[in-house]
């Protein structure tokens, strides 16, 4: 049995390359084509390609899954999304999950890779639950750091509980692309000793290191890799789906991809790609190696936000300061993973203890949550002087920080009832209310001016 291959151009390639800008007329052309190569599936949609759509694009998020999956007889859709937080940043009661899957599925999903920044269990059982009872693969994925704590114990013991919970596969999630090709060996080792999970590994090729990770992982057992079609590979996004289909063809890892279909697609793929060179939303700095990975381990994406922080406040001179106050940060705060939404949380609040001149002077309220317990369970034991300092004898919440929640779909189906006109447009409102509204707004409005007279009346009556 070959190595599977999960193409990513379609959501991380452009997320990581140009900002998630693609359009869906691109995707689908490009998807239309890719639908022949063999793929195990196609990511296509995610939290960022969801925002983008509707802020940027004036494009349905929804309907952009629907085309896609006209066009995708033979290829699994893929997307991936934050356990409980689903696309947003505050975590949803569990009927919003629930409907969000449900929806996801109904609209073209076929597998959901869900995975929650604390690595906190408790924060995916709702999505692996949903996307089960409608249907769907659920694969979990675990955010990869590294860390006093983050040792191939600690994810081999993740591993197993992630099989309990009755996921079908299990993704090694190496935002950053940190992980080193001896590690990736021992750790899908260690997995695939220790559960009969099928293994997926993802990581990006920023440091320069993430081809031989996969190769290292590939020879360790590991079932799927995620690459990017050529054009969008490397730099900031994955390795080549057409170097490891080469690399491994005639050998017992044949993924068996049709490279007609792989070539048929490159030159629209180029063509894509050189319109975001010319109008600089790809910086070509994404596309080298960036040596900055390795030595601070922080992901591509929080540099660059925490550049544009610092110009914003005239402080780019505090650079050198910021990038080594981000572990001190993280070890007070028990070792998060740094990903959505905790790398901005640490990020910011590393700034912050740089500029304010005095450590947690200023802190984020959603540093004040995390540490209330609010985003779940902390990696390892936060600092106490700090703790005690940012939030005094507050309590902590131990439970799973959803069984707080009440269930709210319904309470959001009245709130934007006289925007919303389908329950997918009540999940949009609900993941990204003011952009959906104005994105809504709009998009009613246009359809409604193209209406003919008549049924203006006809849907006027309706309404009375
Ligand atoms: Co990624």
């Known amino acids: ?36 190569a ?25 309907e952009r899954l629907r085309e896609v999956k006209k066009v995708c007889k033979k290829t699994k859709l893929q997307m991936l999304f934050r356990g409980q937080n689903i696309l947003g940043y505050r975590h949803y009661s569990d009927d919003v999950v629930d409907m969000f899957c449900k929806k996801s599925i109904e609209n073209g999903i076929d597998i959901i890779r869900v995975f929650d920044a604390l690595n906190d269990l408790r924060n995916l059982r709702q999505a692996v639950e949903s996307t089960k009872k409608y249907g769907g693969e659920c694969q979990i994925a675990l955010s990869y750091t590294t860390s006093p704590v983050h040792t191939i114990e600690y994810y081999t013991n ?20 940190v992980l080193l090709p001896n590690d990736a060996k021992e750790l899908i080792t260690a997995i695939k000793k220790n559960t009969k999970l099928m293994v997926e590994l993802h990581s990006h090729s920023t440091a320069g290191v993430c081809e031989l990770t996969y190769m290292a992982a590939i020879n360790a057992g590991c079932d799927i890799i995620d690459t990017c079609l050529s054009p969008l590979s490397g730099g900031t996004a994955q390795p080549s789906t057409q170097a490891f289909n080469t690399v491994l063809k005639n050998t017992k890892y044949d993924p068996m991809l049709n490279e007609d279909a792989l070539h048929l697609a490159e030159p629209l793929m180029e063509k894509v790609k050189a319109k975001y060179l010319e109008n600089g939303l790809l910086n070509p700095k994404a596309l080298s190696v960036n040596p900055n990975i390795l030595k ?21 001179d505090r650079y050198d300061d910021v990038l080594k106050e981000i572990p001190n940060v993280r070890r007070d705060m028990g070792y998060p993973p740094l990903v959505t939404p905790l790398s901005q949380m640490v990020g910011t609040q590393s700034v912050l203890n740089v500029l304010m001149g005095e450590r947690y002077k200023m802190v984020v309220n959603e540093i004040k949550d995390y540490l209330h317990g609010k985003y779940g369970k902390f990696p390892a034991e936060v600092n106490k002087d700090i703790l005690k300092k940012i939030i005094g004898d507050d309590e902590i919440i131990t439970c799973r920080p959803a069984d707080l929640l009440k269930p709210e779909f319904e309470s959001l189906k009245e709130k934007y009832k006289d925007i919303a006109r389908s329950d997918e447009d009540v999940l949009s409102l609900a993941l990204f209310e003011s952009v959906a509204i104005d994105f809504l707004k709009k998009k009613y409005d246009e359809e409604d001016e193209k209406e003919e007279p008549e049924s203006e009346v006809i849907s006027f009556n309706l309404y009375m």
Not at 52 to 58: S, Y
Not at 296 to 309: A, C, D, I, R, W
Request: one cysteine or more; proline letters at 2%; glycine letters at 8%.
């Open 1 to 36: 049995m070959g190595v599977k291959i999960v193409e990513t151009s379609l959501r991380d390639g452009h997320q990581s390359l140009f900002a998630t800008r693609m359009t869906t007329s691109e995707v689908v052309s490009l998807a239309k084509i890719l639908d022949d």
């Open 296 to 316: 601070y381990q922080v992901p591509g994406g929080m540099l660059s936000n925490l550049m544009n922080q610092l110009k914003a406040q005239n402080a780019m």
């Open 38 to 62: 063999g793929y195990y599936a196609m990511e296509v949609w995610g939290g960022a390609t969801f925002d983008a759509c509707m802020r940027f694009l004036n494009e349905d998020p929804w």
């Open 158 to 177: 993740l591993a197993k509980e992630v099989e309990k919970l009755g996921a079908d596969s299990i993704c090694i999630k190496d935002m950053a692309g």
